[in-house]
């Protein structure tokens, strides 16, 4: 077999594509802009750097390694993009990261060690209001927490008992609008409160206005149901079972039934006012507790086991709301859209590098954190995008059928007529 040697082509063609589309929306302008500025004498400017490596995920890799090893020879030419070495772009991420912060709580002695990098949170906000599907009136924001186990060298023991990190995450739509890091001690119900109060502020200056927040049983104490009402006109949170929620089921007398698949269950409503032993305990006026909705959805034990304060052998799922207006079957429903959200961090740790972070710090880690939920972020209007102008692509797809039907078909840049253009070495009818 005889082989011929030729200049370098890039495997990934349809990579000059996403990046194009980029710069379009202006985040190189936005990046450049935003952050802090480079010395004169650098080689590389902020959309380099970031959009090297987001790069790296767009072409299928998993570590800042995959630039030097995948990428870097069949891009020296790209008239879009100059990528920096694996180590130029750990550092300059590195950079990024703000000092950690420690927190107490007023009863507990432990010091929770929180990242709250509220630049790159702002930085992200702003990238989103550039992205044309982006809503900003009365949007449905999502909260939720994920647990990333990791043997990082600050690492903390979560609850499952495997050491990691714990970050809370808001969601708009399939966009991440909120990233904020926490070791694996600290549970998603503490101080999230503040939390909440930092993410809606920055959600807030951008002109968005949230109509409703939607949050786990982790998000029902009194300050943080507070805080959420500050911040949106309507919520629903999962409930915790307690002996007085447990006697307000009790009290429900009409019940619907209702049929989920081959299942039979029972659903139905009553009002409720929560946290009374809180307002004690913490001798708070009563006058600040609220009445609020309560639905519940039962369903029969099958252990037979009966409920002390219900009467009744039952395994229940409530819901508190401030919302009156929907049925008791719209509420159930509205709030178990919010289950597709978990299939965003599934995306993140698999698709976007969350599972393997590169740093040995947790306020470092969150720089990549935020990183590549701006990767995700573009990505989602990437597909949406080119979905509509190539019959092949699906706006559904997860970024590993996107690189096998788009980003792998072999391309160089080529001098041609006194203009640069891109060669595709197949078939991409791809309107720019």
């Known amino acids: 077999m005889k082989v011929i040697n030729s200049k370098p ?7 000059n594509f996403v990046i194009q589309e980029a710069i379009s929306l202006q985040i190189n302008t936005l990046l450049n802009t935003s952050l802090p500025a480079l010395p004169k004498q650098c080689k590389y400017n902020w959309f380099d750097i970031i959009m090297s490596y987001w790069s790296v995920f767009f072409c299928g890799g998993d570590c800042a390694e995959d630039l030097s090893i995948n990428l870097k020879e069949g891009f020296r030419s790209n008239p879009f993009l100059n990528i920096p070495s694996p180590d130029r772009v750990l550092n300059r991420l590195k950079s990024l990261a703000d ?3 420690y927190f107490a709580t007023k009863r507990g002695k432990a010091e929770h060690h929180f990242s709250l990098a509220e630049e790159l949170n702002r930085l992200n906000i702003k990238m989103l209001t550039l992205l044309p599907g982006f809503k900003k009136n009365k949007v449905i924001l999502d909260y939720d927490n994920t647990l990333i186990f990791t043997e990082k060298a600050d690492a903390q023991l979560t609850y499952k008992k495997e050491n990691g990190y714990c970050p809370g995450v808001g969601i708009i739509d399939n966009h991440i609008v909120y990233v904020e890091n926490r070791n694996g001690r600290s549970n998603a119900h503490v101080l999230q409160h503040e939390t909440i109060d930092r993410m809606c502020s920055l959600i807030h200056e951008v002109g968005v206005t949230i ?8 998000s029902y104490t009194y300050q943080i149901i507070k805080a959420i009402e500050k911040n949106a006109r309507r919520f629903f949170i999962k409930a915790r079972m307690t002996d007085t929620l447990e006697t307000a089921i009790g009290n429900i007398k009409k019940w619907e039934e209702v049929k989920i698949g081959d299942k039979i269950v029972h659903r139905g409503s009553t009002t409720y006012t929560p946290f009374e ?5 913490n001798k708070a006026k009563t ?3 609220k009445e609020y909705r309560l639905v519940v959805t039962k369903e029969a034990r099958k252990d037979g086991q009966i409920n002390a304060f219900t009467g009744e052998a039952c395994i229940y799922s409530p819901i508190l709301t401030n919302d009156f207006n929907m049925t008791d079957d719209e509420v159930v429903f509205f709030y178990n859209a919010r289950g597709a959200k978990e299939r965003e961090f599934d995306i993140l740790k698999n698709d976007f590098g969350w599972n393997r972070m590169p740093f040995s710090k947790l306020e470092q880690n969150t720089v990549f954190l935020l990183i590549m939920a701006m990767c995700r972020n573009l990505y989602a209007h990437i597909i949406d995008v080119f979905s509509r102008r190539i019959t092949f692509l699906s706006a559904n797809f997860r970024i590993k059928k996107f690189i096998y039907r788009f980003i792998c078909i072999p391309g160089k840049w080529v001098q041609s007529g006194g203009q640069v253009k891109l060669r595709l070495f197949g078939t991409l009818d791809f309107r720019t």
Do not use: N
């Not at 109509?211 to 982790?218: E, G, Q, T």
């Open 99 to 101: 000092t950690p912060q």
């Open 211 to 218: 109509d409703v927040i939607r949050a786990d049983s982790a």
């Open 277 to 281: 032993r809180h307002a004690r305990g």
């Open 287 to 289: 006058s600040s507790l």
């Open 9 to 15: 082509v890039s495997a990934f063609g349809g990579l």
